[in-house]
């Protein structure tokens, strides 16, 4: 564990106070966020991804005056990639006094989070915490398991694979025959079950589908050779980190004619192993830098001032996840010295921001984000180059969040505060 508050903060934490003095401001206990991603081991560089995008937008929020007139206090957890070491973590991110708990890497871990902050909110009352989610994107989350303290700032299976199969059949590439390759658990059945349901709306065939183990194989060179034999014109998969990077270099091995449909294909490194294999794969993402226009370029610019580099992968999302959180926070007065978690809670269902690539909102139905996303091809022509190659992600199609939104699922059934 160790704090992270920006020097930004520490500068403004002197006029902040003798804001609150003048003003009369009731002193109230600082905001904890605790931030529990997957910091070392395989999975370290999705984790850190997510902790840049929540860094900048925390910063951003203490610059702006934090909450209350005093800087929001950042604290960050290592789960060590894995539910257990997150259930640990959570533990002792409550016995700091966090109030709000970050996660994004692996929907296997944010079950385990949402399930552990939903039986301890039951039996705690009037010390809830809020699980903000920037990143797991299971069903179940959203569907099963929904509960009140948990909100969602990404999209989910069916809604990046409904964007990219209506972009890719709109950019003339789809084809008719679909591969379906994920990773065997719940994301990755989720997005096999989405492939399967957008066939009628993108007018192909599923012609074989492969669940494999998730972050045990070194060599996807057998699966590739099944690809192959398939006779697929087009693989869609929702591998992420590792197992996308190795598919990707087992494809190029291979020389695998078939172009990819993906979802985290812009996650550093997996262009670069691609190589020239990566041109015409596509992407829906939750962000490009060339798809904005000059609210991107304003927000590219900011975030590479603030962290020396172009914001990607799942870095966006993070950070317009926690402007949202920071709207919330703005809108709600502290109650007893301190946060009323549950008014904030509520205050999060109406929340609304206006991000580069549109109007972002709260469903309060089941906690599910609205927000835009975006299909995009690499190529050699995209403004915004990947891993130090000639290649970007080229936009082709983006859908506003009422387009890309999924319905409610009728699993869901949350229960409300009084």
């Known amino acids: 564990m160790r704090d992270s508050l920006p020097p930004s903060a520490l500068r403004a934490l002197p006029a902040m106070v003798t804001l609150a003095c003048l003003t009369g401001l009731a ?9 529990l991603e997957t910091l070392s081991g395989p999975q370290a560089s999705t984790g850190q991804s997510f902790r840049s995008g929540v860094k900048y937008a925390i910063d951003k929020m203490n610059a702006s005056g934090g909450w209350n007139g005093q800087p929001v206090q950042l604290i960050e957890y290592d789960n060590q990639g894995g539910p257990a070491g997150a259930s640990d973590k959570l533990k002792a991110a409550i016995a ?8 994004g890497a692996s929907s296997a871990i944010g079950g385990q989070i949402t399930e552990d902050v939903r039986k ?14 920037v990143g797991a994107e299971a069903m179940e989350l959203t569907g099963e398991k929904c509960n ?3 909100f969602r700032f990404t999209g989910n299976a069916q809604v990046r694979t409904k964007a990219l199969v ?6 003339g590439t789809l084809g008719s025959k679909v591969y379906a390759i994920n990773q065997n658990y719940s994301w990755g059945q989720d997005m096999e079950r989405a492939i399967g349901d957008n066939a009628a709306a993108g007018g192909y065939q599923v012609v074989e589908k492969t669940l494999h183990d998730t972050n045990k194989i070194q060599d ?9 034999s398939s006779g697929a014109e087009t693989v869609i998969t929702g591998n992420w980190s590792n197992d996308l990077l190795l598919l990707m270099k087992a494809s190029k091995a291979a020389g695998l004619k078939a172009r990819f449909g993906t979802v985290f294909l812009d996650q550093p490194g997996n262009v670069a192993n691609a190589g020239d294999t990566a041109l015409g794969h596509f992407i829906a993402h939750a962000f490009n830098p060339e798809a904005g226009g000059a609210d991107s370029t304003r927000f590219v610019d900011d975030f590479k001032a603030k962290t020396g580099h172009v914001p990607t992968f799942v870095e966006p999302q993070a950070a317009f996840g926690l402007e949202m959180v920071a709207a919330a926070l703005k809108a709600t007065k502290p109650q007893g010295g301190a946060l009323n978690v549950n008014a904030f809670a509520k205050t999060l269902e109406t929340t609304r921001i206006r991000t580069p690539m549109g109007e972002v909102s709260m469903r309060a139905a089941d906690h599910q984000v609205l927000m835009p996303f975006v299909v995009s091809v690499v190529a050699k022509d995209a403004k915004y180059k990947a891993d130090g190659t000639d290649m970007g992600f080229k936009p082709v199609k983006v ?13 869901c059934k949350m229960q409300r505060p009084d």
């Open 166 to 171: 209506a972009g890719m059949k709109q950019a």
């Open 148 to 150: 009140f303290h948990h």
């Open 27 to 35: 002193q109230a206990a600082p905001v904890k966020i605790g931030l």
């Open 96 to 103: 700091d006094g966090v109030q709000i708990v970050v996660q």
């Open 120 to 133: 301890h909110n039951l039996r705690n009352p009037g010390k809830e915490i809020v699980y903000v989610n």
């Open 220 to 228: 996807f060179a057998p699966y590739v050779s099944k690809i192959v």
């Open 399 to 411: 859908f506003t969040a009422e387009e890309a939104a999924a319905p409610v699922q009728a699993s």
